[in-house]
Nanobody
Framework: QVQLVESGGGLVQPGGSLRLSCAAS????????MGWYRQVPGNARELVAT???????NYADSVKARFTIPRDNAKNIMYLQMNNLKPEDTAVYYC??????????WGQGTQVTVSS
């Protein structure tokens, strides 16, 4: 099992920025497509951004042009840079492979709250 640990969430005003981090144990991380997901209570987990091992990125329409998903394969860390945050971005954010893999254990996530 590969452990995933998300961090970097917090409370931010609309229009603000946050950078989330996803740290993965082991060496599989660099070979796999990874994604950031988010979940609001009562809703299904939503995939918002993905990055392939070669660096190609994809974004949900709701975050396109505001979020980026850099990764550092040498450090087994992936980031989610979130700019121009909106209240509707409020959620718990998780990372995992894309699609999610049973080998990678879901972390506890990191709460992002966008509110004035």
């Amino acid at each position: 099992q590969v452990q995933l640990v998300e961090s970097g969430g917090g409370l931010v005003q609309p229009g603000g920025s946050l950078r989330l981090s996803c740290a993965a144990s082991g060496g599989l991380f660099r070979f796999l497509p990874m994604g950031w997901y988010r979940q609001v209570p009562g809703n299904a987990r939503e995939l918002v951004a993905t990055i392939r091992s070669g660096g190609r990125e994809n974004y949900a329409d709701s975050v396109k042009a505001r979020f980026t998903i850099p990764r550092d394969n040498a450090k087994n860390i992936m980031y989610l840079q979130m700019n121009n945050l909106k209240p509707e971005d409020t959620a718990v954010y998780y990372c995992n492979t894309d699609p999610p893999s049973a080998v990678f254990t879901w972390g506890q996530g990191t709460q992002v709250t966008v509110s004035s």
